[in-house]
């Protein structure tokens, strides 16, 4: 199949789009706040000191450029920094933690410079997302309830 215009496909394709997932421009929603903290992070190099600095600044760039911005205040089932977030990674039990910009070595903090508080900032309640994990696996990530903490 020859495709002429790439904005349009042939009505005899067999392929048929698949829209399961939402657009990147409504996956995510970031507060001003939000943005302020994440480029803080970046321009401070504070991403230096947690495993696989590269991939969460690139992660955390992409989230920048392809979020839309959430309404301030923040809706009540958004996680930002401050809320604590009940979440299901598949195959485990419910956990839960407290969001945080800046890593602390308190159990329950969910650091936005580790992969799991990186994908999870700016979902929505009963929001899912493909989590990477540490081992270069993909796990699922559902955000089960979103609290003021």
Not at 42 to 51: D, F, K, R
Not at 76 to 90: A, E, F, I, K, N
Not at 105 to 112: A, H, L, M, R
Not at 114 to 124: I, K, Q
Request: proline share 7%.
């Amino acid at each position: 199949m020859q495709i002429t215009n790439s904005t349009r496909l042939r009505t005899d394709s067999a392929y048929t789009p698949s829209f399961k997932y939402a657009p990147l421009k409504s996956r995510f929603q970031l507060t001003n706040s939000d943005r302020v903290g994440i480029e803080w992070l970046l321009s401070a190099g504070l991403t230096a000191e947690c495993p696989y600095p590269t991939l969460i600044e690139g992660f955390l760039r992409h989230k920048l450029r392809s979020s839309k911005s959430a309404p301030e205040p923040a809706p009540h089932d958004l996680v930002v920094p401050g809320r604590l977030v009940s979440y299901m990674t598949s195959g485990d039990k419910a956990r839960r933690g407290k969001v945080t910009i800046i890593p602390n070595e308190d159990d329950g903090s969910i650091p936005v410079t580790s992969f799991l508080g990186a994908t999870m900032l700016g979902m929505r309640k009963k929001q899912r997302m493909p989590l990477l994990r540490e081992d270069s696996g993909i796990d699922i990530l559902v955000v089960l309830d979103v609290l003021d903490a």
